[in-house]
């Protein structure tokens, strides 16, 4: 079953962006082919991440720039539709990331209000609604109105949230913990929550700099040069424990399909 995952566009600077290249980067490990949409014409981080990787697709959306179409957004949806509605072996399981530019939550939201749910579902393709928390309560507010505007969807089971705690200020969730852990962990079960610890202001800026991701750098496929061996140890060790963090998004269907196909090797062999 492929997925699709659209980041909010809520506050910048939470990590956004670097989740999106984290779920890219496991994607593959998961027997998933990440698809990824940029739509933050200003920095263009998932582009510029994988330029040079063949196997994930990085495609530019500017939903500043309306053309023939009333909203841009659609063309990504168009895509994806294509895409399932073509794909001839069913194992092969797509991971579509929708990264969008902080403060953009307004015209996503109006965007989705034609959401094709029902034809997601006729596709296979799990939605899911990602949220990037910090300590900072502005990060939870702005959250907040996509948990208001979602949660009847999400208990029709037409979408699941993603609840990304990013640490990198400091562990103290407590807005969320008080005003929406209740309904989203509690009363909704099928929410995903994965913490993010605090990484290396120094590495995740360097890593920027190079134009590639923390996966990438982890697995030796772009070397740094100013990276001696413990910061390439210290990140792939990291990449390690994160990756335990991630497994159980994939788990459910990537993994098991996965799993089941080369069982089904072993045997024909």
Sequence with gaps: MSKLIIFA??????GKSLTATLFADFAEE?????????CDNENKSLCNAYKSVAAIQAVAVDVDFHGEMDYPLDEIINRIEEMESRKENERLNNLYILDMKAGTSCSTLEWLEAFPFDRMKELAVEVYVAGCLTSDIDSGM??????????????EEKLRFI??????????????????????????RSTVVIHLPALSTRHLNR???????YGQVAKS?????SFGFMDVHRIRMMYKNLKNA????????????????????????
């Design 207 to 213: 890593i920027k700099d190079y134009e590639t991701s």
């Design 163 to 188: 609840i990304i705690k990013n640490e990198i200020a400091g562990n103290n969730f407590a807005f969320y913990d008080d005003t929406m852990k209740p309904f989203l962990e509690e009363e909704l």
């Design 142 to 155: 702005t959250w907040a109105v996509w948990v208001k505007k979602y949660a009847e969807p999400a208990l």
């Design 30 to 38: 998961f027997g998933f082919c990440p698809v990824l949409f940029d």
């Design 221 to 225: 496929k772009i070397q740094i040069a």
């Design 246 to 269: 991630f497994i159980g998004f994939f788990a459910d269907s990537g993994l098991d399909a996965k799993q089941e196909m080369n069982h089904g090797e072993e045997h024909a062999s």
């Design 9 to 14: 566009g809520t506050k910048g600077g939470v």
